[in-house]
C-alpha cells in the first residue's frame, strides 16, 4: 500500500521565520494531497491541500507544493506565529482511503 | 451544523470489557472512518464506511466492530478491551472517501488497565 514518509518529526522556529515540512509518498496513483493541524486535545482540522493537476497553491501564509516526478510534497507557512505551533500531518491518497504521515510537531518560540 | 461529534471523550475500561464509542455527523456525508492515534504511529485507519449499509476493513481492524445503519451514524465497538487498545481514537467523515478533506471529530481517549 502506500507509504507516506514525513520530515522532520520535530521543528522548532523563531517568531517570524519560516518552516517547511516535507513529505515523500510511494504510489504513483496518488493524486491528491491535504494538510491537517492538530492542537493539543483536539482533532485534525484540514489547513490546505492540493491536487495533481497542481503544482504549488497558497492560502494567506501557508502554501503547498507538489513535485509529482519526485513524488514529493512540501507545507510553507511564512511568517509564523506561537499560534502555528501544533502538530501537522501530511497524507496523500488515490482515491481509496487517506494515508497519513507521521506528524511534525511545530513549536514557534517568541 | 455541530460537525463531526464524538462521545464520549474520555473512557477507562478494565481488560475484557466491551463499550460503544459514538460518532454522529450532520453533514450529510457519505464517507465515515475510525482511526486510532499512537504517540509516533501517526493516524491508523481501523474501518471505514461509504454509505449506509456497506462497511470494511483499513489497516489495524482486529478487536474493533463497526456498523452503519444510517447515513449520519457510525459506531465503533471494542469487544474485549485490551491494554493494546489504549489509544486516542477519532471518527472522521468525508464528501468522499479519498479525495476531499476530512472532517474529524474531538476524539475519545481511552485507557484500557
Known amino acids: 500500500g502506500e507509504n507516506v514518509e514525513q520530515h522532520p518529526s520535530t521543528l522548532s522556529v523563531q517568531e517570524g521565520d519560516s518552516a517547511v515540512i516535507k513529505c515523500t509518498y510511494s504510489?504513483?496513483?496518488?493524486?491528491?494531497f491535504p494538510w491537517y493541524k492538530q492542537e493539543l486535545g483536539k482533532g485534525p482540522q484540514l489547513i490546505i491541500d492540493?491536487?495533481?493537476?497542481?503544482g504549488e497553491k497558497k492560502d494567506q501564509r501557508i502554501a503547498v507544493t507538489l513535485n509529482k516526478t519526485a513524488k514529493h510534497f512540501s507545507l510553507h507557512i511564512t511568517e509564523t506565529q506561537p499560534e502555528d505551533s501544533a502538530v501537522y500531518f501530511c497524507?496523500?491518497?488515490?482515491?481509496?482511503?487517506?494515508?497519513f504521515g507521521k506528524g511534525t510537531s511545530l513549536l514557534v518560540t517568541p | 451544523n455541530a460537525g463531526v461529534t464524538q462521545t464520549p471523550k474520555f473512557q477507562v475500561l478494565k481488560t475484557g470489557q466491551s463499550m460503544t464509542l459514538q460518532c454522529a455527523q450532520d453533514?450529510?456525508?457519505?464517507?465515515m472512518s475510525w482511526y486510532r492515534q499512537d504517540p509516533g504511529m501517526g493516524l491508523r485507519l481501523i474501518h471505514y464506511?461509504?454509505?449506509?449499509?456497506?462497511?470494511d476493513q483499513g489497516e489495524v481492524p482486529n478487536g474493533y466492530n463497526v456498523s452503519r445503519s444510517t447515513t449520519e451514524d457510525f459506531p465503533l465497538r471494542l469487544l474485549s478491551a485490551a491494554p493494546s487498545q489504549t489509544s486516542v481514537y477519532f471518527c472522521?467523515?468525508?464528501?468522499?472517501?479519498?479525495?476531499?478533506?476530512?472532517?474529524f471529530g474531538s476524539g475519545t481517549r481511552l485507557t484500557v488497565v
Open positions: 497524507a496523500s491518497s488515490s482515491g481509496y482511503a487517506l494515508n
Open positions: 504510489d504513483s496513483a496518488s493524486n491528491y
Open positions: 492540493i491536487r495533481s493537476n497542481v
Open positions: 453533514m450529510n456525508h457519505e464517507y
Open positions: 464506511s461509504v454509505g449506509a449499509g456497506i462497511t
Open positions: 472522521a467523515s468525508s464528501y468522499n472517501r479519498g479525495n476531499y478533506g476530512y472532517t
